[in-house]
């Protein structure tokens, strides 16, 4: 059995993974208290301690509006938190998986972003992902392997994004405006973590785009959804992203390119598993 330590388990998609991982690897997932990334050596002195073959590195500042008025935050969890890994994994031979973002690219084409096409980031998150992309290549080489994620879809009580607050707007009869001209990737956590037990367990190494097959707009998405949860004529209107204001600049398209042999399931086959899992809540 593989050792591996998992970083971000507390989070809302590190929780979900590890959930899924349990049982398959001897894991040491330790909370923020027991290391902080950003402290290198609390970092060296654990990853020492348990000697993983694989780290997984979850742990991250993914607020992208916050990450433009907090930018030396964001930069500081993100790079320097990463290159802490980064040096201990080498310090022992480990390998290291990286959790990335679509928003390395501009968002501005119209056919799927593959792995080694040329970054642009679109805000300042993605910027931070992609120095520390970098980063890491650059100290592990083939050690240091990327799974970039696209929307995240996970089901947990602690998320504050629209599409767990679903019922609730649902049985407050709240107005639902949602863009229909932002086509992306989406990444559903049990199949994120599929593909991360794949690639750990056949050694895989490069660049992963976890997405679920297809693409949606949030419009899309969201009236999906509500019809697989039984709320088919809930009204939501289109709108344009560019008439939604945020401090972040969001991508008109974020599609990633599937990336064989890890390739996850089409999109709606796993919202429709999300949505029977918000219906059993």
């Known amino acids: 059995?593989?050792?591996?330590?998992?970083?971000?388990?507390?989070?809302?998609?590190?929780?979900?993974?590890?959930?899924r991982l349990e049982g398959e690897f001897e894991l040491l997932a330790p909370s923020r208290d027991r290391m902080d990334i950003t402290d290198a050596a609390a970092v060296s002195k654990l990853v020492r301690g348990f000697s993983p073959e694989w780290i997984v590195h979850l742990a991250a500042f993914t607020d992208m509006d916050r990450?433009?008025?907090?930018?030396?935050?964001?930069?500081?969890?993100?790079?320097?938190?990463?290159?802490?890994?980064?040096?201990?994994?080498?310090?022992?031979?480990?390998?290291?998986?990286?959790a990335s973002t679509n928003y390395i690219f501009g968002?501005?084409?119209?056919?799927?972003?593959?792995?080694?096409?040329?970054?642009?980031?679109?805000?300042?998150?993605?910027?931070?992902?992609?120095?520390?992309?970098?980063?890491?290549?650059?100290?592990?080489?083939?050690?240091?392997?990327?799974?970039?994620?696209?929307?995240g879809i996970w089901k947990s009580k602690?998320?504050?994004?629209?599409?767990?607050?679903?019922?609730?707007i649902v049985r407050e009869g709240k107005p639902l405006k949602l863009a229909d001209d932002n086509l992306q990737s989406i990444s559903y956590a049990p199949d994120i973590a599929e593909g991360i037990r794949v690639i750990i367990e056949r050694g895989l190494t490069g660049i992963f785009h976890l997405v679920n097959e297809g693409e949606a707009t949030s419009y899309e998405l969201v009236k999906?959804?509500?019809?697989?949860?039984?709320?088919?004529?809930?009204?939501?209107?289109?709108v344009g992203?560019?008439?939604?204001?945020?401090?972040?600049?969001?991508?008109?398209?974020?599609?990633?390119?599937?990336?064989?042999?890890?390739?996850?399931?089409?999109?709606?086959?796993?919202?429709?598993?999300f949505a029977k899992r918000m219906r059993e809540n």
């Open 1 to 19: 059995m593989k050792r591996l330590l998992l970083t971000g388990s507390s989070g809302l998609l590190g929780s979900c993974i590890l959930q």
């Open 67 to 98: 990450a433009e008025a907090e930018k030396e935050k964001a930069r500081f969890v993100n790079l320097t938190g990463t290159e802490n890994l980064v040096e201990a994994a080498k310090s022992i031979g480990a390998k290291l998986l990286f």
């Open 107 to 151: 968002g501005e084409g119209n056919s799927p972003y593959k792995p080694y096409d040329p970054p642009c980031p679109v805000n300042y998150y993605g910027y931070t992902k992609y120095l520390a992309e970098v980063k890491g290549k650059e100290i592990l080489g083939e050690d240091f392997i990327i799974a970039r994620f696209g929307w």
């Open 158 to 168: 602690r998320s504050v994004k629209l599409i767990n607050r679903l019922p609730d």
């Open 224 to 238: 999906f959804l509500l019809s697989r949860m039984g709320y088919d004529n809930y009204p939501v209107e289109k």
């Open 241 to 273: 992203l560019d008439s939604i204001s945020f401090p972040a600049r969001r991508q008109k398209y974020g599609v990633l390119a599937i990336t064989p042999p890890v390739v996850l399931r089409p999109w709606q086959k796993a919202i429709e598993d």
